[in-house]
Nanobody, 111 residues
Framework: QVQLVESGGGLVQPGGPLRLSCVAS????????MSWVRQAPGKGLEWVSY???????SYANAVKGRFTISRDNAKNTMYLQMNSLKVEDTAVYYC?????RGQGTQVTVSS
């Protein structure tokens, strides 16, 4: 079955960088569009970014210019490079394929 395992979250100061990883298994990773979504405390799920099977990307306006999504099909892994982090980026970040999501990784931006 589909398994998605995120890692790389943590506590970072405003303006700092962080890189998230998502290791996928149980499906043909290279054939699928992958997404990052997040959920801030007390709020609903928010789409962050996606990357198509062919490598095309799209970003939410809130992260455009600061976040970069990428994938390594040889490693069945997707990444999210987050730069210039803001307090409002604090959330649990999930990778997703279709209706499946991983367990999430906590990102906390605080001084």
């Amino acid at each position: 079955q589909v398994q998605l395992v995120e890692s790389g979250g943590g506590l970072v100061q405003p303006g700092g960088p962080l890189r998230l990883s998502c290791v996928a298994s149980g499906f043909a990773f290279s054939n699928f569009m992958m997404s990052w979504v997040r959920q801030a405390p007390g709020k609903g799920l928010e789409w962050v970014s996606y990357i198509t099977a062919g490598g095309g990307t799209s970003y939410a306006n809130a992260v455009k210019g600061r976040f970069t999504i990428s994938r390594d099909n040889a490693k069945n892994t997707m990444y999210l490079q987050m730069n210039s982090l803001k307090v409002e980026d604090t959330a649990v970040y999930y990778c997703a394929v279709g209706s499946d999501r991983g367990q999430g990784t906590q990102v906390t931006v605080s001084s």
